[in-house]
């Protein structure tokens, strides 16, 4: 039995023995992707976050690579922050980031950035919610940042969530 499911667009294919085998690990030791970062190590802080798109729903969902087993992402495709690359340009939430100083150690960033890429993602095409302040609470608000940045990621995805509703025509 394999386990198959595709990391960042590339096909991966596991003996079913390593079902077990959290994602996190996955990601670092066989694949060399060390953008996802491992820090409490039980899904509280969500440093680890990656997207997950579960059959048969296309829409990724954030998920938490350090208690993931692989036997969970079976038919699943996984993004990474490696995945979310554009070559050498910033994605906006990135450059949102940056401009409201949101991070300073920046080992919490790499989470943060794939649960806001989630949400903006979802923000483009659903529709928009009552109450956007709820709604980005909803996408970062159970992330943990040390150096206590919060009001900044806050600040910065709802800079960036307004120009994606207005891109869509929609005021808030």
């Not at 491992?38 to 998920?63: D, M």
Request: charged share 15%; net charge negative; aromatic share 6%.
């Amino acid at each position: 039995m394999t386990i198959r499911f595709t990391v960042n667009g590339q096909s991966h294919e596991i003996d079913a023995t390593r079902g077990d085998d959290r994602l996190i690990d996955f990601l670092q030791e066989d694949l060399n992707l060390t953008g996802t970062k491992f820090c409490c190590g039980i899904g509280i802080c969500r440093a680890c976050t990656v997207a997950v798109a579960k059959p048969p729903s296309p829409v990724p969902s954030p998920t938490i690579a350090c208690s993931t087993p692989l036997s969970l992402l079976d038919g699943c495709a996984v993004t990474t922050i490696e995945g979310l690359s554009q070559g050498d340009s910033l994605l906006p939430v990135q450059e949102a980031f940056l401009r409201h100083f949101a991070f300073q150690c920046g080992y919490c960033t790499p989470g943060f950035v794939m649960a806001a890429q989630i949400f903006l993602d979802d923000l483009a095409t659903a529709p928009p919610p009552a109450d956007l302040d709820a709604a980005i609470a909803r996408a970062i608000g159970d992330h943990i940042c040390r150096c206590s940045g919060y009001v900044r990621y806050v600040a910065a995805l709802r800079e960036t969530a307004l120009a994606v509703l207005a891109e869509r025509g929609v005021v808030q």
